[in-house]
């Protein structure tokens, strides 16, 4: 063999092996391009080497074609999502519209053969949770709902100081959310009855409620503490400030758990100075969170700053979950954010809007098992 042939065969078998290690890129077709789809592909794009976006779909076409400008690679467009889901260059789904469409675009979206990341809430109501969960369970592909607050540093701290057991088991948790009102650039839903024009955030029948559509994450924070089931829970809350709208801007909810633990959950959501609060209470210590700054007592010690451990180089909760998503795909491994997973919470957002609009104490018969 000459010189030159054998550098050649050597460079060929570094290819190779680079390939083979390297596993092909998860093909990812995005559906909904709206403020949230911005938090998609900022993290997409620093994980280029593991995916790629091959589609895009929304209503708005110009909205669609101005993020498509920016792809390091024009992907196919579309404005009808079941024309995506035909497309045989997409793998995974990214659903990531307004709630009501979760139910028709999840189940769709499995029935197609594709991996779905599906953006918070997991569905309007209990009987939709549980056709998705079923679905999943049907077709084996891997489902990761958007409930990515627990991969921040944050949440991932209190997580790890609770199941480290310095604070005991967790008896009570009191969280206070008082904030302005979410993204008032939402897209407009058109009821075809009337024709009017609202932000779906506005609408029970689009949004679920506030508690689903915003409380989910701390509900989610909440029941990853206690690791225990809902037993009962009452609410009580209402539109008190805005006019326009049916989803509540002010509520609390008062959760037992089956292990005995109790969460103690209000927001509202025209009050942007109140700033919000997490207690977590022990039997042999306290958590708290009072705006950014976290703190802990154990076995009766003064409250300490918390030190927060692990990397400092943080990737962000958005970029953590898709790393964790891509694997699981790679691995058909089920997602920790599974349908199943992100059912709980969900029930304490469906429980509190029964509880209200039926006045009355709902408990775990409500949601009779999977
Ligand atoms: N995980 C989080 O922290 C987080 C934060 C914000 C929003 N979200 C969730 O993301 C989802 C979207 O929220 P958003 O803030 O981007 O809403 P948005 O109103 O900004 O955008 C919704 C987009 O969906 C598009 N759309 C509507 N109907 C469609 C259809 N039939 N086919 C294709 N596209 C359609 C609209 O044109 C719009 O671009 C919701 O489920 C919301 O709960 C999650």
Request: hydrophobic letters at 40%.
């Amino acid at each position: 063999m000459d010189n030159a042939l054998s550098r050649r065969a050597v460079v060929a078998a570094g290819l190779a092996s680079l390939q083979a290690q390297s596993p092909e890129p998860v093909k990812v077709g995005i559906i909904g391009i709206g403020l949230r789809s911005r938090a998609h592909l900022s993290a997409l794009k620093k994980l280029a080497a593991g995916s790629k976006i091959t589609a895009l779909c929304d209503l708005e076409s110009e909205r669609m074609a101005k993020v498509n400008q920016e792809l390091p690679a024009k992907a196919e467009m579309y404005t009808d999502y079941r024309e995506l889901l035909r497309d045989r260059n997409v793998g995974a789904v990214v659903i990531v519209t307004p709630g009501y469409l979760h139910h028709e675009m999840a189940l769709a979206a499995l029935r197609a053969g594709k991996d779905v990341v599906l953006e918070k809430p997991l569905a309007l109501n209990y009987r939709e949770a549980l056709d998705i969960i079923r679905e999943t369970r049907r077709t084996g592909r891997i489902v990761c709902v958007g409930m990515q607050r627990r991969y921040t540093r944050t949440d991932m701290e209190v997580q790890r100081i609770v199941d480290s057991g310095a604070i005991g088991p967790v008896r009570y948790i009191n969280y206070e959310e008082y904030r302005n009102d979410w993204n008032p650039q939402s897209w407009k839903y058109t009821d075809p009855a009337t024709g009017q024009k609202t932000s779906w955030r506005f609408l029970k029948k689009t949004s679920g409620s506030s508690e689903l559509e915003f409380s989910i994450h701390s509900l989610a924070m909440a029941c990853g503490l206690v690791k225990s089931p809902m037993a009962r829970l009452a609410a009580s809350g209402g539109v008190v400030h805005y006019t326009g709208r049916d989803t509540r801007d002010l509520s609390s909810i008062l959760v037992d758990f089956a292990s005995g633990a109790r969460l103690n959950y209000s927001f509202s959501c025209f009050s942007p100075r109140a700033g919000g609060k997490l207690l977590v209470i022990g039997d042999t210590g306290v958590i708290r969170r009072d705006g950014g700054k976290l703190a802990v007592s154990t076995a009766g010690k003064p409250l300490e700053p918390v030190k927060f451990s692990g990397d400092a180089s943080d990737d962000g909760a958005e970029v953590r979950h898709y790393k964790e998503f891509f694997e699981n795909v790679r691995n058909r491994k089920p997602s920790p954010l599974s349908p199943e997973a992100a059912l709980e919470p969900a029930k304490i957002a469906y429980g509190a809007e029964i509880s209200i609009s039926e006045n009355r104490i709902v408990t775990a018969k409500d949601f009779p098992a999977v």
